[in-house]
């Protein structure tokens, strides 16, 4: 059956499994970098939560022979799982001096999300725009986000200025920006994936096979980590132990790669190799740009490179 088929033949089955007080609706949601992605949305009776699961996985599951009904299951287990104990008081949301506290930022492509910048507050920063979200806490179940969007900030009567101002300070204070030496980070992977007790052959880096010194700054989720670019303290502090300038390349919105200019690498050869990587290794959800920045001590900011 094509995709269509599949998804009215799930929706009979959930509906059947929900019963009359959860309506199964489909819906398509647009993701970064204009990426939709077709899942279901559980709309039940009297809960301000309304979990979306997303088919795309599931329909190649099917594709690749999985029964339908056992599909049905899998997904009524996510939806399940996915159930609050208690529904979160959202009640704070239409307060901003309440709202304050929990407002944070991400980058993303200015470009790729034309469409959703219609809809959203944001801030010009070089290709990329400065996006905001609430972080909400799921009563035990970890966190939530809620994308702010223009009627959520026109309701609020704040200036864009001052919701970022409070966002960047929130994602010093919650989210925490961090610089590792990529040696460290590729020999975590290397000792968790020999932990788990997959096939590994390549060798921990040393500190001889460190030829240009290459650092990761991501936060302490390694989730929108890009934002961290937002940030000119640890910019700064970073320029003052490495000498001067250094060029960051984004591995994705979640991470990016610190270089000291001093290395000898261009700026023109490394937009070859971060546009190659995008292309074929970065999900298209979660490329940044095929850009590279450098931070200029000059200026103490952030510029293309």
């Known amino acids: 059956m094509n995709y269509n088929e599949f998804e009215n033949a799930v929706i009979e089955r959930l509906s059947k499994k929900a019963g009359k007080d959860c309506e199964i609706v489909p819906t398509s949601v647009l993701k970064n970098n204009n990426t939709t992605l077709k ?56 307060d901003y001096s309440r709202m304050k506290e929990r407002i944070v930022c991400k980058l993303i492509n200015a470009e790729k999300n034309a469409k959703l910048l219609k809809k959203i507050p944001y801030v010009p920063f070089l290709d990329l725009a400065v996006v905001f979200y609430c972080r909400i806490d799921l009563a035990g179940a970890g966190t939530g986000t809620i994308l ?11 200036t864009l200025e001052e919701m970022y101002r409070d966002a960047l300070a929130n994602n010093r204070k919650l989210l925490k920006g961090r610089v590792t030496p990529i040696e460290d980070v590729l020999n975590d992977i290397l000792f968790r994936m020999k932990e788990r007790g997959e096939n590994c052959d390549a060798p921990a880096f040393s500190e001889e096979d460190q030829k240009i ?17 937002l940030d000119n303290g640890i910019l700064k502090d ?41 292309a074929t290794e970065v999900s298209k959800d979660e490329v940044l740009s095929d850009e590279v920045y450098m931070y200029d001590v000059s200026k103490n900011a952030v510029v293309l490179a």
């Open 238 to 278: 970073f320029s003052q132990k490495n000498g001067g300038d250094f060029f960051i390349i984004p591995s994705s919105i979640h991470e990016l790669i610190l270089m000291p200019a001093m290395s000898g690498n261009s700026s023109v050869s490394l937009k070859e190799i971060v546009k190659t990587i995008n």
């Open 39 to 94: 899942g279901l949305r559980f709309v039940s009776t009297g809960n301000i939560i309304q979990p979306t699961i997303y088919l795309d996985s599931f329909y190649c599951m099917y594709k690749r022979g999985q029964e339908i009904d056992e599909i049905a299951d899998e997904i009524y287990e996510d939806y399940e799982a996915s159930k609050l104990g208690n529904t979160p008081d959202l009640s704070f949301f239409t």
């Open 148 to 158: 702010i969007h223009q009627s959520h900030f026109d309701e609020w009567g704040i």
């Open 213 to 229: 010194p290459m650092y990761v700054l991501t936060n302490e989720y390694s989730h929108n980590g890009a934002a961290c670019m």
